[in-house]
């Protein structure tokens, strides 16, 4: 059997891998990146929303850019509609995860799409393509391969909560430069949106299942659906339906020894909007310049520093997400009354930092 030998692999080619294999590969270490995906980024399994301040962080070509979005409109159960600012970007999200693969091999990385990891240890992996079926050898790896992470579970590192998403296309009725959030007490734990994209909109939900209560999936969004067509937001045929899970749990060690999670493998994902997209980008370039100065001393224990790292930037607000998203599950028969400690787009979510807390009496 072939073995292959790089210092650091990086399995999965989303905005975590990639951007960690660039950020390995600038600094010139011997980066391999396999992708199971014959099209990088496709299927698409996202909103396609990223906040605008993103592209400071990234240098690629702009031709993923859909539209600019001025704000986010709240809609809640009692018909309230709250709006907030929130600029941001409307993206193709296969072009834009493409294109940070581009820069990864730009930058000397390589790529291996179509290939799939069979097995992994601490020295290396076993993966399949299409023609063959071959070893990895390398010092350190990088698991960014999604929620459902083959790399966490060989570690004991995985995603232990997660809710399902679908999400389908169709014909805005009119242009819109605002995203819209609704809540519904038939969508538990979840909500459902509405995303502009130019003459297009992705429209989805995502939600839990409940004791005792059978609402499927799919009934629950084609019912948002008719919503939509109903208040004559949106028109014509819908397409493009894809389903995904999102990981909505709270922080936990992201290293084992050589091993490293990014991304939504790592469960970097908020655990109440699910948004993602930028800390799997800011994360994975964590983990890559990490991995680069654990081979450069030869010590991998320096690897708990990309622990340590992620944490301070984004740990207390995974932490405040996490226990709203406890107060919103417990409590979701008030959700009228709640919503607003429970919700970004509300500033009570901010100012009101006790995890303990109760909902308040009408």
């Not at 399949?128 to 990088?142: D, F, G, L, M, V």
């Not at 609704?182 to 969508?187: I, R, V």
């Not at 922080?251 to 993602?276: E, W, Y």
Request: glycine letters at 10%; a neutral charge; aromatic letters at 6%.
């Amino acid at each position: 059997m072939k073995t292959h030998e790089c210092d650091i692999l990086v399995i999965g080619a989303g905005p975590a891998g990639s951007s960690a294999a660039y950020a390995a590969s600038d600094k010139g270490w011997d980066v391999l990146i396999i992708e199971q995906k014959p099209i990088i980024g496709v299927p698409v399994r996202c909103a396609e929303y990223i906040p605008a301040p993103l592209m400071n962080e990234i240098n690629i070509d702009k031709d993923f850019i859909v539209q600019h979005i001025k704000g986010m409109r709240t809609i809640l159960p009692d018909g309230t509609i709250k709006e907030s600012p929130a600029h941001g970007l409307m993206i193709r999200r296969d072009i834009f995860d493409q294109a940070l693969a581009k820069k990864a091999e730009e930058a000397g990385s390589g790529l291996r799409i179509g290939t799939r990891l069979i097995s992994m240890d601490e020295n290396g992996a076993l993966v399949r393509s299409k023609a063959e079926t071959y070893r990895i050898k390398a010092r350190i790896i990088i698991g960014a391969d999604g929620p459902h992470t083959m790399v966490g579970r060989l570690i004991n590192s995985r995603n232990m909560d997660l809710i399902p998403a679908i999400q389908v296309v169709s014909n805005l009725a009119q242009n819109m430069d605002l995203t819209e959030v609704y809540f519904n007490k038939e969508l538990y734990g979840g909500y459902g949106w509405l995303f502009p994209k130019g003459c297009m909109a992705n429209i989805g939900i995502a939600m839990r299942k409940r004791d005792g209560i059978r609402c499927p999936i799919k009934e629950c969004l084609k019912r948002f659906i008719a919503r939509l067509r109903q208040e004559g937001k949106i028109q014509g045929e819908i397409s493009g339906w894809t389903a995904g899970w999102i990981p909505i749990g709270r922080p936990r060690s992201l290293v084992h020894n050589n091993i490293m999670l990014a991304g939504d493998a790592a469960g970097q994902t908020h655990p109440i909007s699910g948004a993602g997209v930028a800390q799997a980008l800011i994360c994975g370039g964590m983990a890559g310049k990490w991995a680069g100065l654990a081979l450069a001393a030869d010590d991998r224990s320096i690897l708990s520093g990309y622990d340590m790292e992620w944490r301070d930037i984004y740990g207390e607000s995974q932490e405040l997400a996490y226990s709203r998203r406890a107060l919103m599950e417990k409590e979701w028969d008030h959700l009228d009354d709640i919503i607003k400690l429970c919700w970004i787009g509300f500033r009570e979510y901010y100012e009101e930092r006790d995890s303990s807390m109760r909902r308040k009496e009408p």
